[in-house]
């Protein structure tokens, strides 16, 4: 099959490479032919999130650049959890961990092909961890793991003190099998993943040149980070997810317009598919009207688009245009607008109660201090109800103002808003 000769220097210019085993023999591999390759992916949360998506973004790329992929979900190395720096896993149930398991299988899904000739593979290290025994797992695999060298490894290293369980110790061990039993039974000779799973990477590939004499490749990209340099991820506050149920399209959407002016160039580059010159001319135009935000729309529409489709990224921005900007929120799906309004603040009012009056929604809501300044914002103008501005301070909410059967939106002046639930 043919491949893009172009692919290494288009990661490395991405910042996609953040280490490499050796990168004058990748590169010669992945311009000689197809390589297959593999990303593993543990089920230690009910969904993927921002870190994974920066994985199945970099496989879509080696695949449409003529690369085959297989994508490893960790039943087995899942069970474990690999070690962290704050302190010992809680261990999960089998249950649980089948359950995320088949979660995160599904998730992966829509991002690859898998029809052609070069055809993503789905796999699951649970297949053939479980069918060894724990003797031929030591005399097979951890022969070949000197401990003074596993006890060199960073996070080992800063756990030695608070303590560190065998279970997780051995974790390396497992992730390492991964990469030879997926040389020997297909042929993989890359595996990527994320600079804090460095350590792991590289002992795979070392355990394969131990077991089988041949040399295989590895490259790492970079931890997303704020600009304070913090991390995002599951483990964070403000973790990204990709599952609809855990954070909608409108609150992803708007996490990719929010970003910060000094690393929305560079989520471009790590996060979507335009082009060099495209990002190049965003880039000069974002320096030179920063406040136009042009980088950000660009950004939130292109991932918002790859992860949840081209009718979410239009609900969503629909759903911004019509709270901050005044369009008509009758046209927008109640589940959008609910959505927003739940990221924005929503307060529940009892239908049994009676239908209150927009000034007392607007003290509920902590859009107002008091009901005299809800009435003095009225009679001056600057109160609103789905964008119609209200003239009564007396008015009452009715039947035809409730969005979808249940939501209001209310406005004081341009910007504050805050949404109602009429259950």
């Known amino acids: 099959m043919t491949v893009d000769p172009s692919l290494l220097d288009d990661l490395q210019w991405r910042g996609l490479v953040a280490h490499a085993t050796d990168l004058d023999a990748l590169r010669e591999a992945l311009t000689a032919g197809s390589v297959r390759f593999y990303v593993g992916f543990d089920p230690t949360a009910p969904s993927l999130h921002m870190g994974n998506l920066v994985q ?35 261990l999960n149930t089998a249950e649980t961990v089948r359950e995320w398991t088949d979660r995160v299988r599904r998730q992966i899904e829509p991002f690859l092909s898998f029809e052609g000739d070069n055809a993503a593979t789905m796999v699951n290290n649970h297949d053939w961890t479980s069918q ?15 401990v003074n060298r596993m006890l060199a490894r960073d996070t080992v290293r800063r756990r030695l003190e608070s303590g560190i369980s065998y279970t997780e110790f051995s974790y390396v061990l497992l992730q390492s099998m991964d990469y030879l039993t997926l040389f020997r039974e297909h042929g993989v000779v890359l595996q990527h993943g994320a600079t804090d799973q460095w350590g792991n990477i590289t002992a795979g590939a070392e355990l394969v040149r131990r077991v089988t004499g041949e040399q295989v490749h590895a490259f790492v990209t970079p931890l997303v980070t704020r600009a304070d340099g913090t991390k995002y991820g599951k483990t964070e506050a403000g973790a990204l997810w990709l599952d609809p149920t855990m954070m909608s399209p409108y609150a992803f959407h708007q996490f990719w317009l929010n970003a910060e002016d000094e690393k929305v160039v560079e989520y471009l580059r790590l996060f979507t598919f335009l082009s060099r010159e495209e990002i190049e001319a965003l880039e000069q135009r974002h320096a030179e009207a920063p406040f136009r935000r042009e980088a950000q729309r660009a950004l939130a529409d292109a991932v918002t688009t790859f992860v949840h489709g081209e009718r979410e990224t239009a609900q969503a921005t629909a759903a911004a245009a019509a709270l901050f900007g005044g369009a008509d929120l009758t046209d927008l799906d109640p589940a959008v607008l609910g959505a927003a309004l739940r990221e924005a603040g929503t307060t529940r009012v009892e239908r049994s109660a009676g239908m209150p009056r927009v000034a007392d929604l607007l003290l509920e809501s902590g859009l107002v201090a008091s009901r005299s300044e809800a009435r003095r914002a009225i009679g001056e103008g600057g109160a609103y109800l789905n964008n119609r501005r209200v003239e009564d301070a007396d008015a009452e909410v009715v039947d ?21 639930e009429v259950v």
Do not use: C, N, Y
């Open 400 to 420: 035809a103002d409730l969005i979808g059967g249940s939501w209001l939106v209310l406005r004081r002046g341009k910007k504050r808003f805050a949404g109602v």
């Open 132 to 146: 060894m025994s724990v003797v031929d797992f030591l005399r097979d695999i951890g022969k070949h793991f000197p």
């Open 56 to 90: 199945l973004i970099t496989a879509r790329r080696l695949q449409d650049a003529g690369h085959t992929p297989f994508l490893l979900v960790g039943g087995a190395t899942g069970m474990i959890g690999d070690p962290k720096d704050s302190g010992e896993r809680t």
